[in-house]
């Protein structure tokens, strides 16, 4: 190392590719033989400076055969003429400035083979998230093939005791587990497959502590999200470095799964990786959730001012059995309730084969005359003389072997030679035929033409990929399904959207199987999960708040587990709020709890889901899980909303809820409620620095109970 030190040649700033994300970044350059080495990354990884020869940094995105043979390589060729290894030297630099930032190309060349590889990096300072992605094309004399194409591959030198947060694992309505596990030498890999509805698998997003366990305002914590509608990939490599003083070194890459889904590049076509969202945190994983939530508002959300409704969903009080009158019953209770919304969901359509259980229908999407012998017109009626919006379920991208659709194009679905299974009674239509597209798009624009009163959608997916494969590609190419259909998918997502901007779209797929930033820039909400029990639903939006604020977490009071009313509702209250009740069985107190909740989420929705989201009690971690509290803090620190929640029996000391963020020399005026009564019960008035340093005292001692402050800044104060 020291004859590396006597043969330094200084850098200068021509040689240095440095990108400011907002408080940390990168600097890259390219090495006297052209390789992009990583100089600096972290918190003052835009302000590195080399000390080296170029040549003895790591290389900033390794290719199989192109240095480090002894770690997966994030980009994997075998060329047209067989040669399986790449080498790439950079090209040229491009910098584009942007009005929040900077969109900065680093454009790469095969030094033998004709191969152009581009690393796009755009930053948000104002967020402090960084957005990577690489795309490739190449002028060969046939066709490469793609065996691994990661958006990102970092080396972090300094990882001495790295400990991995992930989320879910555990299949439908387990979508958001919270597990942590230390990373010791090895590899993991975090993977999910199904193509339609991965995240039921895998949550496309992970935290990384680099130096042990972090809390919520300590350590120095890595966030990231892969923003695919599709089968991804998180890879961790951690090896002992070769000086045994020095730290361990871990590889992270990120990007689409390549499993099983090589893809076969023809000349002059353009392949585009997913992009992969991250962030770098010194104090702590509350700031990544900080600057996630301010960079999805600022660059993934459709509409992000625009108040999400209260919804009332009719699912979980009829199911499918259901007719025009009772409809029209619910609509009017829900309007009666307070509601913006009445959502009517699956099994309003089939003629030929009716909507009566999951086996049939799909893909006739015309209203079922025994149900709806009007069509959907007269709720759509209904609901405006009862002043309320109203909102449809569909499935556009499914289809049912019983159905008409079906029988006239049997050919329409993804499948290979074998015979298709069924998965939940349905087929998935495949994207990359033309007419396939149009037909969905048609689906949506058909429907809210001839019902100009719906404006909402709740669209869902409930089957993924099996049997994969498309008539369109060819033999040698079938495998480009994984990537293809994402993107025809979006297309269709992309051009529903651009028909319909006026119309709110609800993103669901068996659940929170599309929990990704990537499809959510087309709709305006997810169903965070078809688990609504509250106890599990206070974790869940724990786990899920660390990427997305709670404007698009839908989140309905339901009879899932059995709990309280008014538990489930000051639970839903933290989300975007609404209900999945039959609101005809509901008792005068129940009534009365619902209509209490409704006054407090008129109250409070502004702050919860625009305000910043301060995370007091986790319920996920530390020797006490029994509680959980969070505040959402309005951008001028004038009002608060707080909700702590008794999840079960306590196990520990009860904590002071201390507020931080809020102006230290106002007086705020306190008020809570459990919703059991109608009169907010008034609390002594303390000042921002009271609130922060003593903080309330926790006063649930009961499993299943909740409480809610209001607190507003008192003028002149």
């Known amino acids: 190392m020291e004859a590396a030190r006597s043969k330094a040649r200084p850098a200068t700033d021509a040689d240095l590719i440095r990108v400011d994300a907002g408080g940390w970044g990168l600097t890259w350059a390219a090495d006297g033989n052209g390789r992009l080495r990583q100089i600096g990354l972290g918190p003052v990884g835009h302000l590195a400076e080399p000390t080296l020869d170029l040549r003895w940094y790591p290389e900033a995105f390794p290719t199989w055969g192109g240095g480090d043979q002894f770690r997966p390589a994030p980009l994997r060729v075998t060329h047209a003429d067989g040669t399986l290894t790449t080498r790439l030297i950079v090209d040229d630099v491009v910098r584009i400035p942007q009005d929040d930032g900077e969109h900065v190309v680093v454009r790469c060349r095969d030094a033998l083979l004709a191969l152009v590889v581009e690393h796009h990096v755009r930053a948000h300072p104002?967020?402090?998230?960084?957005?990577?992605?690489?795309?490739?094309?190449?002028?060969?004399?046939?066709?490469?093939?793609?065996?691994?194409?990661?958006?990102?591959?970092?080396?972090?030198?300094?990882?001495?005791?790295?400990e991995l947060c992930q989320f879910g694992g555990g299949g439908w309505a387990d979508e958001w587990a919270w597990t942590t596990e230390p990373l010791t030498p090895g590899t993991k890999v975090l993977a999910s497959l199904g193509g339609v509805q991965p995240h039921l698998q895998r949550s496309p997003c992970a935290l990384l502590s680099l130096a042990g366990p972090s809390t919520e305002h300590d350590g120095e914590v890595i966030g990231l999200s892969i923003a695919w509608g599709g089968n991804t990939r998180i890879g961790l490599d951690v090896r002992h470095a070769p000086d045994p003083a020095a730290p361990r070194e871990l590889r992270l890459r990120a990007g689409a799964n390549a499993d099983g889904a090589e893809y076969v590049l023809d000349p002059g076509v353009r392949f585009v990786t997913p992009t992969v969202a991250w962030t770098w945190s010194t104090v702590g994983r509350g700031e990544v959730a900080h600057r996630f939530h301010e960079w999805t508002r600022a660059r993934v959300l459709r509409d992000p001012q625009r108040l999400r409704p209260l919804v009332v969903n009719n699912w979980e009080a009829t199911f499918f059995d259901f007719d025009e009158a009772r409809i029209i019953g619910l609509i009017d209770r829900a309007a009666d309730l307070g509601a913006d919304l009445f959502l009517l969901d699956d099994g309003w359509?089939?003629?030929?084969?009716?909507?009566?259980?999951?086996?049939?229908?799909?893909?006739?999407?015309?209203?079922?005359?025994?149900?709806?012998?009007?069509?959907?017109?007269?709720?759509?009626?209904?609901?405006?003389?009862?002043?309320?919006?109203?909102?449809?379920?569909?499935?556009?991208?499914?289809?049912?072997?019983?159905?008409?659709?079906?029988?006239?194009?049997?050919?329409?679905?993804?499948?290979?030679?074998?015979?298709p299974g069924e998965y939940r009674n349905q087929h998935y239509l495949d994207p990359l035929r033309p007419e396939v597209r149009d037909f969905e798009v048609d689906v949506v624009d058909r429907t809210l033409?001839?019902?100009?009163?719906?404006?909402?959608?709740?669209?869902?997916?409930?089957?993924?990929?099996?049997?994969?494969?498309?008539?369109?590609?060819?033999?040698?190419?079938?495998?480009?399904?994984?990537?293809?259909?994402?993107?025809?998918?979006?297309?269709?997502?992309?051009?529903?959207?651009?028909?319909?901007?006026?119309?709110?779209?609800?993103?669901?797929?068996?659940?929170?199987?599309?929990?990704?930033?990537?499809?959510?820039?087309?709709?305006?909400?997810?169903?965070?999960?078809?688990?609504?029990?509250?106890?599990?639903?206070?974790?869940?939006?724990?786990?899920?708040?660390?990427?997305?604020?709670?404007?698009?977490?839908?989140?309905?009071?339901?009879?899932?587990?059995?709990?309280?009313?008014?538990?489930?509702?000051?639970?839903?209250?933290?989300?975007?709020?609404?209900?999945?009740?039959?609101?005809?069985?509901?008792?005068?107190?129940?009534?009365?709890?619902?209509?209490?909740?409704?006054?407090?989420?008129?109250?409070?929705?502004?702050?919860?889901?625009?305000?910043?989201?301060?995370?007091?009690?986790?319920?996920?971690?530390?020797?006490?899980?029994?509680?959980?509290?969070?505040?959402?803090?309005?951008?001028?620190?004038?009002?608060?909303?707080?909700?702590?929640?008794?999840?079960?029996?306590?196990?520990?000391?009860?904590?002071?809820?201390?507020?931080?963020?809020?102006?230290?020399?106002?007086?705020?005026?306190?008020?809570?409620?459990?919703?059991?009564?109608?009169?907010?019960?008034?609390?002594?008035?303390?000042?921002?620095?009271?609130?922060?340093?003593?903080?309330?005292?926790?006063?649930?001692?009961?499993?299943?109970?909740?409480?809610?402050?209001?607190?507003?800044?008192?003028?002149?104060?």
């Open 126 to 162: 104002s967020s402090g998230v960084l957005e990577q992605w690489v795309e490739l094309e190449h002028d060969q004399a046939g066709p490469v093939l793609l065996s691994d194409y990661d958006s990102i591959a970092p080396l972090l030198l300094a990882a001495p005791n790295a």
């Open 349 to 419: 359509f089939g003629t030929t084969h009716p909507r009566d259980a999951d086996d049939a229908g799909l893909g006739d999407w015309d209203p079922d005359p025994a149900k709806l012998p009007g069509g959907v017109s007269p709720l759509t009626a209904a609901a405006a003389a009862a002043g309320i919006r109203f909102g449809l379920w569909v499935e556009p991208e499914m289809v049912n072997p019983r159905s008409d659709l079906f029988t006239a194009h049997p050919d329409w679905i993804v499948r290979d030679r074998r015979e």
């Open 449 to 717: 033409d001839a019902y100009p009163g719906i404006s909402y959608l709740k669209w869902d997916a409930n089957r993924p990929v099996t049997e994969p494969g498309s008539a369109t590609l060819p033999a040698d190419r079938q495998a480009n399904v994984w990537v293809d259909q994402v993107h025809a998918t979006w297309d269709v997502m992309a051009a529903v959207a651009e028909h319909n901007p006026d119309t709110e779209l609800m993103l669901c797929a068996s659940g929170g199987g599309r929990n990704d930033h990537g499809t959510l820039r087309h709709f305006h909400e997810f169903w965070t999960s078809d688990n609504t029990d509250p106890v599990t639903r206070v974790r869940m939006q724990w786990a899920c708040s660390q990427f997305f604020p709670a404007a698009v977490m839908a989140a309905h009071v339901t009879r899932w587990g059995a709990q309280p009313l008014e538990f489930s509702s000051a639970v839903a209250l933290s989300g975007r709020f609404g209900f999945d009740l039959d609101l005809a069985s509901l008792t005068d107190d129940e009534v009365a709890i619902c209509r209490r909740a409704v006054a407090l989420a008129r109250r409070t929705q502004d702050l919860v889901q625009q305000g910043r989201l301060v995370r007091l009690v986790s319920p996920v971690e530390g020797a006490d899980r029994s509680r959980a509290a969070t505040a959402y803090v309005a951008p001028d620190r004038s009002r608060v909303v707080v909700f702590a929640y008794q999840l079960e029996q306590p196990t520990g000391s009860p904590p002071r809820l201390q507020l931080p963020g809020l102006d230290p020399d106002r007086t705020y005026q306190i008020a809570s409620t459990d919703l059991t009564a109608d009169e907010r019960q008034p609390e002594p008035d303390a000042t921002g620095s009271q609130l922060s340093a003593e903080g309330m005292a926790w006063p649930l001692p009961s499993p299943r109970t909740a409480r809610i402050w209001e607190l507003e800044a008192l003028p002149g104060r």
